[in-house]
């Protein structure tokens, strides 16, 4: 099955994020700052996910925009992975 039909999740490590907020553009109903400067995930609830590694689904219909936000988050720290396995497949750490 081609990635972009599988269930994905996506995660942020704030460690390495420098809160420039691109994400938080693309793809708003995802990824959105915190008062502390970072961005976090975000689940359907509207509730930010700030406890570190936690992840939420990516909406298929959002999927275009959460992938570009990993290309071009500046910190690298924007993760993908298939729920299936687990495997990033976009993100600093995927295959190419
Ligand atoms: S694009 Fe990356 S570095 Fe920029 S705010 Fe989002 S997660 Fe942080």
Redesign the pocket.
């Known amino acids: 099955m081609p990635v972009n039909q599988e269930a994905l999740e996506v995660w ?1 490590d704030q460690e ?9 553009q693309y793809a708003p109903d995802v ?1 959105e ?1 915190d008062i502390d400067g ?2 976090y995930v975000k689940g359907e609830d509207d509730e930010l996910r700030q406890l570190p590694g936690q992840t939420v689904p990516v909406p298929l219909p959002l999927l275009t925009d959460v992938v570009e ?1 990993a290309k ?4 690298e ?2 993760h993908i992975r298939r729920l299936s396995d687990g495997a990033e497949v976009y993100g600093p750490a995927a295959q190419a």
């Open positions: 942020i390495l994020c420098t809160g420039d907020g691109i994400c938080a990824f700052l970072l961005a936000s071009d988050c500046p910190g720290c924007i």
